[in-house]
């Protein structure tokens, strides 16, 4: 694991993305940075960009690429809503057109080739909390489906390739993640309530604000991408990566409110379409074959998560 690998990170100006680059470059490895800038910046990475470790290209992925890697995490996407539903056929090329492109780089190259799934391939569940062997619901023509559908076919292409050019494959379902570095407007729901506290402006909840969801912070995750990159050839996944812990979307508004003080109220809202009511990952499979288990608590993320939104807001 501690061998220095050539790593191209794919949507490494990301939330995500830019958490991996700094924890692969802390433990010694070259790091090739990958964006567009779409929803990502420069500056996430740009204590990174001196580093004689470190280099940053501006690419889109829908384009082939042709660098040399011993391990690809492709986490190029947009990931909220709001962003990935802005230009939906262009985000429906990201995962389909730039997986198609990083899977043939990795055939190129013989590197292992991580995927940044998500656990909108379960869509709207029947089961819970959500195991991998699970189907899941997915509504193909709605407002979400260039996002799950997307995901969805480029674990498909994947996996072909794994079957058909023996390809190493490690597919990530990442649950919902937070942290510094997230995207102060992109509506969700972390950043979202954290925002709306600190300036003391209505919090909105959709729904009654009984829907559950499953909170893991960044780091936590990083590191169960990482184990699962350098675990054994056959452990390919589709593996759940996120915290299994639930809260109900009112009891977080309830603590961020708490954990800076603010004046803010609570409003509700009509409950977007397709919206699950309840997520939350099973991750024995992650226990045994990783070892791995996030441990930050909610409390104190979210205390890290507020002091950096503190800063950007006063910046
Ligand atoms: N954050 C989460 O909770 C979460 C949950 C499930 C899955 N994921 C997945 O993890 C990955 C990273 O998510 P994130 O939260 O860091 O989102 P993000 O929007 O912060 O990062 C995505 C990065 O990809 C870049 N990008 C988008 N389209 C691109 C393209 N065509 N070519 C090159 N770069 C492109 C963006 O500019 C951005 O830097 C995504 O694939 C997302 O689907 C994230």
């Given at each position: 694991m501690h061998l220095k690998n050539r790593i191209l990170v794919t949507g490494g100006c990301g939330f995500l993305g830019s958490h991996i680059c700094d924890e692969l470059v802390n433990?010694?490895?070259?790091?090739?940075?990958?964006?567009?800038?779409?929803?990502?910046?420069?500056?996430?990475?740009?204590?990174?960009?001196?580093?004689?470790?470190?280099?940053?290209?501006?690419?889109?992925?829908?384009?082939?690429?042709?660098?040399?890697?011993?391990?690809?995490?492709?986490?190029?996407?947009?990931?909220?809503?709001?962003?990935?539903?802005y230009d939906p056929v262009q985000t429906t090329k990201t995962s389909v057109h730039g997986a198609i492109n990083m899977l043939g780089l990795a055939k190129r190259t013989r590197a292992t080739i991580l995927q940044a799934s998500t656990s909108e391939v379960y869509g709207d569940p029947e089961i819970h909390p959500q195991v991998e062997s699970y189907w899941g619901r997915v509504n193909p023509i709605g407002p979400r489906a260039c996002y799950d559908?997307?995901?969805?076919?480029?674990?498909?292409?994947?996996?072909?390739?794994?079957?058909?050019?023996?390809?190493?494959?490690?597919?990530?379902?990442?649950?919902?993640?937070?942290?510094?570095?997230?995207?102060?407007?992109?509506?969700?729901?972390?950043?979202?309530?954290?925002?709306?506290?600190?300036?003391n402006q209505p919090i909105t909840i959709y729904g009654d604000g009984s829907q559950t969801r499953s909170f893991c912070y960044v780091d936590d995750l990083v590191e169960g991408l990482i184990l699962l990159m350098n675990s054994k050839e056959e452990v390919t996944g589709p593996i759940?990566?996120?915290?299994?812990?639930?809260?109900?979307?009112?009891?977080?508004?309830q603590r961020i409110i708490d954990i800076t003080g603010s004046r803010t109220q609570i409003v509700n809202?009509?409950?977007?379409?397709?919206?699950?009511?309840?997520?939350?990952?099973?991750?024995?499979?992650a226990q045994k074959e990783l070892n791995w288990t996030p441990h930050m608590s909610l409390a104190e993320g979210l205390k890290k998560t507020i002091a950096y939104f503190e800063r950007l807001i006063s910046e």
């Open positions: 433990q010694g490895h070259e790091v090739l940075c990958v964006d567009n800038c779409f929803t990502g910046t420069k500056r996430h990475v740009r204590h990174l960009l001196e580093h004689p470790n470190f280099e940053f290209m501006r690419h889109d992925v829908t384009f082939p690429l042709y660098i040399e890697a011993d391990q690809i995490y492709n986490m190029a996407c947009p990931a909220s809503p709001i962003h990935y539903q559908e997307g995901k969805r076919c480029a674990e498909t292409l994947f996996f072909d390739y794994h079957r058909q050019h023996h390809l190493k494959i490690k597919v990530a379902r990442i649950f919902n993640t937070y942290g510094p570095r997230m995207h102060p407007n992109d509506g969700r729901v972390v950043s979202n309530f954290i925002v709306q506290a600190l300036k759940n990566l996120g915290n299994p812990t639930e809260f109900t979307i009112l009891e977080l508004a809202k009509p409950l977007p379409q397709d919206d699950p009511k309840q997520r939350k990952p099973d991750i024995n499979l």
